[in-house]
Each structure stands twice: as C-alpha cells, then as structure tokens.
Nanobody
C-alpha cells in the first residue's frame, strides 16, 4: 500500500507559478512510477506528467510541456510539480498517483491515488 498526500494548491492569477508536492509513504518507491493527473470542472481526468522513481525519466502532456516540471526527492519520498506560466485552463484538482513498474499515461494503470489538491487560475 502506498499512501500519497498532495499539497500546495491554491488560487493564483494567470501567468503565476505554483509548486505542488506529493508526499509518499508505505512502500519503497524504487520500482514505481509516480504521476500527476488533473481533473477540471466538467472534464475527465487527464494525464499531466509522470516520472520513473528509479531513473528520473520524465514524460509530459503536450499542453503542459515547457511550462511544468516534474521532479522527485528520493531522500524525502516526495514528488513535485513546478507549474509556471499558469493559464485559466490549468484550473483543476491535481492528483498524485503511483504504480508499480514502468511509467504510463493512462490513469487506469495507476493503483494508488492521493486525495487531490485544488488549483485555480484566475484570468
């Protein structure tokens, strides 16, 4: 069992930056992939970014590439999402998710989920 707790959401203006954190506990994450997903109002949950905990290799959705940066602190078992140049369309509940094995962009492949943190970007 992997427990994930997100934090760092809030209300910001377009163009601002925000960093989300996801603290993981319960399992050694060496063979895990940890990802960020989001669900905007009236929208389906969508992939944002994912990282291989062991290698640090990263993947991004096209609509956040160049603006968002995923990273991890293996000593703290914490995942981060640095979000720059935020847009109103980035408004969503952001979820941290974990899966054993290789990275994936499909939410159904992830076994463990956090409770989510709200990010609201005003225009």
């Amino acid at each position: 069992q992997v427990k994930l707790v997100e934090s760092g959401g809030g209300l910001v203006q377009a163009g601002d930056s925000l960093t989300l954190s996801c603290a993981a506990s319960g399992r050694t994450l060496t063979n895990y992939a940890i990802g960020w997903f989001r669900q905007g109002p009236g929208k389906e949950r969508e992939f944002v970014s994912t990282i291989s905990w062991l290698s640090g290799n990263t993947w991004y959705a096209d609509n956040v590439k160049g603006r968002f940066t995923i990273s991890r602190d293996t000593a703290k078992d914490t995942l981060y999402l640095q979000m720059n140049s935020l847009k109103p369309e980035d408004t969503a509940v952001y979820y941290c998710a974990a899966k054993n094995g290789v990275t994936a962009v499909v939410s159904g492949r992830y076994d463990y989920w956090g409770q989510g943190t709200q990010v609201t970007v005003s225009s």
